[in-house]
């Protein structure tokens, strides 16, 4: 936000890009979901997994929720919040660019 002004977002056409959430899997290689569709996967079951299954859930494998995920000792548990703090610290970044470039 600048001066009351949205500047930007972490999100695109959908809510599926931008940070990866709890269950949703942020900013993804388009390829993944061609890679899907010729492994057999549905239209659905891609859906499921893109909105439902990634994201915290789906790296750590433990849970959605960031407080079970930081209290786990499983190594996917310890990946996930390090790729979600690092996905934080690109999109600000990123933000902050954009931030600046609206102060002109």
């Known amino acids: 936000m600048s001066n009351g002004r949205c500047v930007d977002t972490t999100m695109s056409f959908s809510t599926l890009d931008g940070l990866p959430m709890g269950t949703r ?3 993804l290689d388009p390829g993944v979901i061609l890679y899907l569709l ?3 996967w549905t239209a659905e079951r ?12 789906g790296i750590s494998g433990v ?4 407080r079970d995920v930081l209290a786990s000792t499983e190594p996917r548990a310890i990946e996930a919040i390090d790729y979600f703090v690092y996905r934080i610290t690109r ?5 902050s660019a954009a931030l600046a470039g609206s102060m002109r």
């Open 25 to 27: 899997c942020g900013s």
């Open 38 to 40: 010729h492994e057999g």
């Open 46 to 57: 891609i859906e499921e997994l893109l909105y439902k299954k990634s994201g915290l859930l």
């Open 63 to 66: 849970s959605n929720d960031v």
């Open 91 to 95: 999109e600000i970044g990123s933000l």
